[in-house]
C-alpha cells in the first residue's frame, strides 16, 4: 500500500501541468525516436537507394511529427492518476525499445531488404528469443519504476526521455553533416513529351549532335549531292569555337552561355543557371513553348519551372504517399522486435520509383524510328512560338548508326554514322519544307564538341528566319557562348546580359574578337578546367593562350567510413587516385592501362569491425579484362570484370586486419588483359577498362 507520502505526491503531480509535462516528454522520446530519427537516418543510410529526396523526406517526417506529438502528448496527459501513469510508462517502455532495437539490436538478415527476395525468418530462432527478451525488459523497466520508485520515477522517465532525445540529435547531426553533400536526390528528369509537336507559326529548332567536328562537313558534301539545296537559306560557320571541352562541361554552356569553374559543386552550378532570370525564363515570359530534349543530369531542379518537357515526379499525385508509406515501412521494419519484422518487409515494387519511363536519352536511332513512326512533326497553333532543342549522338563513338539512320548490333564506321545523322536531319527539314513551315523558322545545326585537337571546333550551320534561298559560307569568329544571346533575340531586342552577349549575326565574316574555350581535363587526383583565349581561327589550337586552371580540392581528407564519394563531375573520390585514373568525364572516370591505385587514409574503423565491404558503382566497360585487386599488398579480388558487372557493380571485402595502425588502404587494381608496355604511353593513351561513377566503404 502507498504510504501517506506517496499519496501526497500522487495527487501533486495528478494536476494537468504535471501530466502534461510528462506526456509530452515521452511522447517527445516516441516522436522522435520513430517518427523524426528513424526515417532521416534511414534516409542517410540508404540514400543511394531510395528515389525521393532528403528535402522531401524531411518536410513530412516534421509534419508527421508535429501532429503526432500533439495528438499523443495530449491522449496520454488528459487521462488521470493511474490511467495516466500507465500510458506513460507504457509510451516510454515502447520508446526505449525502438530505440534500443534500431540502434544496438538489429543483425544483418543476409538479404531481402530492397532486393525483393524473401528472409528465412525460422533460421534466427535463437536471436528471436534474445531479442524478444530484451523487448520484454524494455517493458517491464518503467512499471518497475513506478512499483518500486513511487516518489521519483517521473523525473526518471522525464530525464531519460530528454537524455535519450538528445544522445539521438547528436548522431543525426552527425551524420546528416557528413553527408551533407549527398543528400540531393534528382526526383525530376528531361522527358520525350511533345518532341515531335511544333508551332504552326514560328518555330526556333536547335540541333545540338555530339562530337561533331566542322571538317566532317566535307565528308557530308561529298555524300549528298543536293547538299546544298537541301540546306537552303543556311550559312555554314567554319569558325566556330566550342564553350567547353566534354559534355558535362559544354551542353550546359552552350546552352545557358553559363560556365562551370569548380567554384561550386557540379549540382550548385546546375542549379544557379537554371534558376531564375535565365534565356529560358524570359522565353517563358514571352510565351514561348521550349522544350530540351537532352539527358536529365545537364539540368537543375529549377528547369522544369520553363522548360515543359521537364517534370518532378515528386509533384506526381500519389508520390509524397509513396514516399511516406515506404520510409516509414522501413522504419518499422527496421525498429520492430525481430518477430514483427516480416510485417514490415520491403521489396523492390515498394520502393518503385514515379518516374514517368518516358525519359529522354540519347539514342539517334530510335529518336528517327519514332519521328518516322509519329508519321513526321505534327503542327499547334495552341502557342504563337516554339523552341526545340535536341541534343543527339551526333559522331559519338561507338559507332551504331548505319547510312539509313537505324542501328546496327554489330557496330559502323565514323562515316556512316555521320552520314546517317544527317539523313534524320535532311528528312525532318523536308518536312518543314512541305508543311510551310520551314520559311518561317530559325534553324541551327550544331554539336557541343568537335572531335579533334582538342575537340574545340564543332560545325555550325545557321538559318535565320525568313531566309530560304542559297547557301553561304562565313568565317566570322563566332562562339557556341553566342547561343543563350541569338535564342534571347527571338523575343527582346536587349540580350546583352546573357552568354556572350552577342548573337551569331552580330560578326562580319572578317570581324576579329577573343573568344574563351574551356577544357575539362586532368587525372587522378588532378582534376581542373583549363581557361583559353584566342584571336585566332578556331581550328589553330597552337594560339589558343592558357589564361586559368580552375580545380577541384586537392587537399586529401580522412575518408568517413559509410560515405559514398563520386568520380564524376565533383570528383570527391578522385583525391584518392594516384596511378590509372583518367579524367572525369562529367558522369564517371575511366581507369586506363595495366594498373590503378587508389590511397585512402580512413577517418576511424569501429574496434569490432571484422571486414570492411568495398563498393564501386561502374558506369560502363569499354574493355573487359581480368582484374587482380590488392588491399595493402594482399589479395582481395580475383575476376573478369566486363559489362555483366555494370548492374550490380563491383564489390570485395578487405579484412580490417590488413589495415595498419596508420588507417591507410592503399587498393591496387592490376588488369591483367592490358599489355605492360602501356605503361610506357602517356596515361591518357592507355586502353580504357572500366568507368566508375561512385565509390563507398562501410562496415555491417
Known amino acids: 500500500m502507498p504510504c501517506e507520502k506517496e499519496i501526497e505526491m500522487e495527487n501533486k503531480y495528478d494536476k494537468f501541468g504535471h501530466r502534461l509535462l510528462l506526456s509530452l516528454s515521452v511522447s517527445a522520446f516516441f516522436v522522435y525516436t520513430f517518427l523524426l530519427y528513424a526515417p532521416l537516418k534511414l534516409y542517410i543510410e540508404n540514400k543511394d537507394v531510395l528515389w525521393f529526396n532528403f528535402d522531401a523526406t524531411l518536410t513530412v517526417s516534421l509534419i508527421i511529427s508535429a501532429i503526432a506529438l500533439v495528438i499523443i502528448t495530449l491522449f496520454v496527459a488528459i487521462p488521470k492518476r493511474f490511467i495516466h501513469a500507465g500510458l506513460s510508462c507504457l509510451l516510454f517502455a ?60 517521473r523525473k526518471i522517465l522525464i530525464f531519460s526521455s530528454l537524455g535519450l532525445v538528445l544522445v539521438q540529435v547528436v548522431i543525426l547531426s552527425s551524420i546528416t553533416m557528413q553527408n551533407a553533400g549527398q543528400l540531393d536526390k534528382i526526383t525530376y528528369e528531361s522527358t520525350r513529351s511533345g518532341i515531335y509537336e511544333l508551332s504552326d507559326d514560328d518555330n526556333t529548332l536547335v540541333f ?29 560557320y567554319d569558325n566556330a569555337l566550342a564553350s567547353g571541352s566534354g559534355a558535362s562541361v559544354a551542353l550546359p554552356s552552350l546552352l545557358t552561355g553559363e560556365i562551370y569553374t569548380k567554384q561550386t559543386s557540379y549540382n550548385s552550378y546546375l542549379k544557379s543557371i537554371w534558376g531564375d532570370n535565365t534565356v529560358y525564363s524570359l522565353l517563358s515570359e514571352n510565351g514561348v513553348d521550349t522544350r530540351i530534349y537532352a539527358q536529365t543530369e545537364y539540368f537543375g531542379p529549377h528547369a522544369k519551372d520553363d522548360i515543359k518537357n521537364i517534370i518532378d515526379y515528386m509533384d506526381t499525385s500519389g508520390a509524397y504517399a509513396s514516399m511516406t508509406k515506404t520510409i516509414y515501412k522501413y522504419a518499422a521494419y527496421t525498429y520492430a522486435p525481430h518477430y514483427l519484422k516480416q510485417y514490415f518487409w520491403l521489396d523492390l515494387d515498394t520502393i518503385s520509383t514515379y518516374k514517368s519511363k518516358n525519359a529522354y536519352s540519347l539514342n539517334d536511332a530510335k529518336f528517327y524510328s519514332d519521328y518516322v513512326r509519329a508519321e513526321g512533326f505534327t503542327y499547334s497553333d495552341t502557342y504563337d512560338k516554339a523552341v526545340r532543342i535536341y541534343n543527339l549522338d551526333g559522331a559519338r563513338s561507338p559507332y551504331t548508326l548505319t547510312k539509313n539512320t537505324i542501328k546496327s548490333i554489330n557496330g559502323t564506321t565514323l562515316d556512316e554514322q555521320i552520314y546517317g545523322c544527317f539523313n534524320c536531319l535532311f528528312t525532318m527539314l523536308d518536312d518543314l519544307k512541305e508543311n510551310g513551315v520551314y520559311d518561317n523558322s530559325t534553324i541551327i545545326i550544331t554539336a557541343n564538341i568537335g572531335n579533334k585537337d582538342l575537340t574545340q571546333h564543332p560545325l555550325l550551320l545557321v538559318k535565320e528566319k525568313s531566309k530560304t534561298e542559297g547557301y553561304e559560307i562565313s568565317h566570322a569568329p563566332l562562339s557556341l557562348f553566342d547561343l543563350a544571346p541569338t535564342l534571347v533575340s527571338t523575343v527582346s531586342e536587349d540580350y546583352s546580359e546573357f552568354g556572350s552577349g552577342k548573337t551569331f549575326f552580330d560578326f562580319e565574316s572578317d570581324a576579329k574578337r577573343t573568344r574563351y574555350f574551356y577544357l575539362n581535363t586532368g587525372e587522378n587526383a588532378d582534376t581542373r578546367i583549363v581557361q583559353y583565349s584566342t584571336r585566332s581561327d578556331a581550328d589553330d589550337v597552337e594560339n589558343l593562350r592558357h589564361l586559368n586552371s580552375f580545380y577541384s580540392s586537392t587537399q586529401v581528407t580522412d575518408y568517413r567510413l559509410g560515405t559514398s564519394l563520386t568520380f564524376a563531375m565533383d570528383a570527391t573520390a578522385n583525391m584518392y587516385c594516384v596511378e ?25 574503423i569501429p574496434n569490432d569491425a571484422q571486414d570492411i565491404h568495398v563498393y564501386f558503382e561502374i558506369h560502363s566497360v569499354d574493355k573487359a579484362s581480368g582484374c587482380i585487386i590488392y588491399a595493402n599488398g594482399r589479395q582481395v579480388y580475383s575476376g573478369k570484370i566486363d559489362k555483366s558487372l555494370v548492374s550490380e557493380g563491383l564489390n570485395f571485402t578487405v579484412p580490417s586486419s590488413l589495415i595498419g595502425n596508420n588507417n591507410e588502404l592503399t587498393l591496387s587494381f592490376d588488369f591483367t588483359d592490358i599489355d605492360n608496355a602501356e605503361f610506357d604511353l602517356d596515361q591518357n593513351k592507355r586502353t580504357k577498362t572500366v568507368s566508375f561513377k561512385s565509390f563507398k566503404m562501410y562496415t555491417q
Do not use: H
Open 580 to 604: 590509372g585514373f583518367c579524367s572525369t568525364t562529367g558522369w564517371r572516370t575511366p581507369l586506363a592501362g595495366p594498373q590503378a591505385q587508389m590511397v585512402i587514409p580512413i577517418a576511424s
Open 208 to 236: 545540338v549532335l555530339d562530337s561533331f567536328d566542322e571538317s566532317y562537313l566535307d565528308k557530308i558534301k561529298e555524300d549528298f549531292p543536293n547538299y546544298e539545296k537541301q540546306l537552303s537559306g543556311f550559312v555554314e
Open 94 to 153: 515502447l520508446a526505449l525499445g525502438l530505440f534500443i532495437q534500431g540502434n544496438f539490436l538489429n543483425i544483418n538478415y543476409g538479404s531481402g531488404v530492397f532486393d525483393g527476395s524473401e528472409i528465412a525468418w525460422k533460421d534466427y530462432t535463437t536471436y528471436g528469443a534474445i531479442n524478444s527478451a530484451v523487448w520484454a525488459a524494455c517493458l517491464a523497466m518503467p512499471f518497475a519504476f513506478y512499483m518500486v520508485f513511487r516518489t521519483q520515477w
